[in-house]
């Protein structure tokens, strides 16, 4: 027998919600987006494509695509940052 983790509800629209006992945390909609919100305040969004999408208390938010090639990080003062690319040089996108 497995260790208990969490609880796992269904709601009525069929959205399914595990609160885990660690205080994370995973609702997984219809549609397939699985939104899990940590203790520390950071929620990840992983969307039915693949794509993620994390934002964290401070207001920063990091975009990744679905094939995880690209990485953008946009800072709370709207400032972006590619964190990884798909670009040769990795720092702009002149060069994709």
């Given at each position: 027998?497995?260790?208990?983790?969490?609880?796992?509800?269904?709601?009525?629209?069929?959205?399914?919600?595990?609160?885990?006992?660690?205080?994370?945390?995973?609702?997984?909609?219809?549609?397939?987006?699985?939104?899990?919100?940590?203790?520390?305040?950071?929620?990840?969004?992983?969307?039915?494509?693949?794509?993620?999408?994390?934002?964290?208390?401070?207001?920063?938010?990091?975009?990744?695509?679905?094939?995880?090639?690209?990485?953008i990080?946009?800072?709370p003062?709207?400032?972006?940052?590619?964190?990884?690319?798909?670009?040769?040089?990795?720092?702009?996108?002149?060069?994709?």
């Amino acid at each position: 027998m497995g260790e208990r983790i969490g609880v796992m509800k269904t709601l009525d629209d069929g959205t399914k919600v595990q609160e885990n006992d660690n205080g994370t945390s995973i609702q997984i909609c219809k549609d397939g987006t699985r939104i899990q919100t940590n203790t520390d305040g950071i929620i990840i969004q992983t969307n039915p494509d693949g794509s993620k999408i994390q934002r964290n208390p401070d207001g920063k938010q990091i975009d990744t695509s679905a094939d995880g090639m690209t990485q953008i990080q946009t800072n709370p003062d709207g400032t972006q940052i590619k964190l990884k690319s798909s670009s040769a040089c990795g720092l702009c996108g002149d060069c994709e």
